[in-house]
């Protein structure tokens, strides 16, 4: 089992940044790669970013690529997503996952460990 946590969300303007963090625990963290969700209201939860279990391989959605970094601390146990440039379509909850699967994984049904969310409010 791997339990994520994240933090680091909150209400931010629009243009502005946030950093949201995920701290796992459990299992040897460098085993898994690591992915962001996020869920609009009203809306499905989509794919944001993911990163490998070195920090490499990584990939982006469309919608947040050249604003969004994902980078992780293996030693530290720990996920980050670095968001620049909010907009408030940004507005989601967003999820940490973490999946031991191989391969380049961006679906939500290959991740099987999920964090509870953190809110983020882009105001215009």
């Known amino acids: 089992q791997v339990q994520l946590v994240e933090s680091g969300g909150g209400l931010v303007q629009a243009g502005g940044s946030l950093r949201l963090s995920c701290a796992a625990s459990?299992?040897?963290?460098?085993?898994?790669?690591m992915g962001w969700f996020r869920q609009a209201p009203g809306k499905e939860r989509e794919f944001v970013a993911t990163?490998?279990?070195?920090?490499?391989?990584?990939y982006y959605a469309d919608s947040v690529k050249g604003r969004f970094t994902i980078s992780r601390d293996n030693a530290k146990n720990t996920v980050y997503l670095q968001m620049n440039s909010l907009k408030p379509e940004d507005t989601a909850v967003y999820y940490c996952?973490?999946?031991?699967?191989?391969?380049?994984?961006?679906?939500?049904?290959?991740?099987?460990?999920w964090g509870q969310g953190t809110q983020v409010t882009v105001s215009s």
């Open positions: 459990g299992r040897t963290f460098s085993n898994y790669r």
């Open positions: 996952a973490a999946t031991a699967a191989p391969g380049f994984l961006i679906r939500e049904y290959e991740y099987g460990y």
């Open positions: 990163a490998g279990r070195s920090g490499g391989s990584t």
